[in-house]
């Protein structure tokens, strides 16, 4: 089945400093990758919507100049927090579908990462 | 999109079907009906999808009634690995950039 992988699965940074987070399909193309993020015992909250070559979609209420998003490749998008602050300590999750599978194939999750910043 | 309506939480015991329904009164003509299970510290994982009627797979049934405004998942003889929780969305997964909403979710737990 399709495959979404994450990289990397925790990562621990200062507060001020950036960090990136790898999101890949492993066996399929993904034009669009979607981006969560999901604080303890709580759901996922979309942040945004992450498009193939072009400018990736925010959702209401999320900064687009601190979550950097890139998909410069088919396979691969990848999130950067910037200037990263405690507050933005959470587990960042993404998804793709594999549209192979059919028009109407399921979104796959990756397994996230656990971002800490102290 | 279409908001969901789950139970918060539910409890079973081993070796018991558990269902869990959903409430989505506003789901559209072109929205499909996906359930995924996630454990503590992963991604969500994929269970079920469906349209109408039923739809069942190795691991799980799924039922959507004519007026399609709800949902059950039907979770046949539960061990202690499916506690976990469990959430329902709805969609429109026949386009790629169909993003999706979660909603609360239900927190299941098997008890042995």
């Known amino acids: 089945g399709a495959v979404v992988s994450q990289h990397p699965s925790w990562v621990i940074c200062k507060s001020g400093t950036s960090v990136k987070i790898e999101c890949r399909s492993l066996d399929f193309q993904a034009t669009t990758m979607f981006w969560y993020r999901q604080f303890p015992k709580q759901s996922l909250m979309l942040m945004a919507t992450?498009?193939?070559?072009?400018?990736?979609?925010?959702e209401q209420g999320v900064e687009k100049d601190k979550f950097l998003i890139n998909h410069a490749s088919l396979t691969l998008s990848t999130l950067t927090v910037t200037s990263a602050h405690p507050e933005d300590s959470s587990f960042y999750i993404c998804?793709?579908?594999?549209?192979?599978?059919?028009?109407?194939?399921?979104?796959?999750f990756g397994n996230g990462t656990r971002l800490t910043v102290t | 999109l279409a908001k969901t309506t789950q139970p918060i939480s539910m409890d079973s015991y081993e070796g018991q079907e558990v269902n869990i329904t959903c409430s989505h009164n506003n789901i559209a003509t072109n929205d499909y009906i996906t359930w995924y299970q996630q454990f503590p510290s992963q991604g969500p994982r994929f269970i079920i999808q469906?349209?109408?009627t039923k739809v069942t797979n190795e691991v799980a049934s799924l039922f959507i009634p004519a007026d399609r405004k709800s949902s059950t998942l039907s979770l046949p003889r539960v061990s202690l690995s499916d506690t976990a929780v469990y959430y329902c969305l709805v969609g429109e997964g026949s386009s790629n950039t169909g993003k999706l909403i979660f909603g609360q979710g239900t927190t299941l737990q098997v008890k042995p």
């Open positions: 998804s793709a579908r594999d549209l192979t599978g059919g028009p109407n194939s399921p979104l796959h």
């Open positions: 992450s498009n193939e070559g072009s400018k990736a979609t925010y």
């Open positions: 469906g349209y109408k």
